[in-house]
Nanobody, 119 residues
Framework: QVQLVESGGGLVQAGGSLSLSCAAS????????MGWFRQAPGKDREFVAH????????NHADSVKGRFTISRDNANNTVYLQMNNLKPEDTALYYC????????????WGQGTQVTVSS
């Protein structure tokens, strides 16, 4: 089994920063990629960023490029999302997810951590 636990969310003013963490446990040797997604009230869940578990190549959504950075610490099975210059439209529930070898979709999801940006 795999467990993903997010932390680091909170309330911040526009222009501020937050750093999210996602700690993975279990069969992490199967991981191919980890990603961050977010879902605002009344909206669909959207992709934020992903990072390959080995190699470390990354991809960020256009809406967060230049402001958010995804990184990983393989030794501690943790993925991070550094969020700078936050905007009110970044307010959402942020989830991390893991994609494993042999499956196209993200197989495991965390419970989410709330990020609220006030104007």
């Amino acid at each position: 089994q795999v467990q993903l636990v997010e932390s680091g969310g909170g309330l911040v003013q526009a222009g501020g920063s937050l750093s999210l963490s996602c700690a993975a446990s279990g069969r992490t040797f199967n991981f191919y990629r980890m990603g961050w997604f977010r879902q605002a009230p009344g909206k669909d869940r959207e992709f934020v960023a992903h990072i390959n578990w080995s190699g470390g190549s990354t991809n960020h959504a256009d809406s967060v490029k230049g402001r958010f950075t995804i990184s990983r610490d393989n030794a501690n099975n943790t993925v991070y999302l550094q969020m700078n210059n936050l905007k009110p439209e970044d307010t959402a529930l942020y989830y991390c997810a893991a994609k494993i070898w042999g499956r196209n979709e993200y197989a495991y999801w965390g419970q989410g951590t709330q990020v609220t940006v006030s104007s």
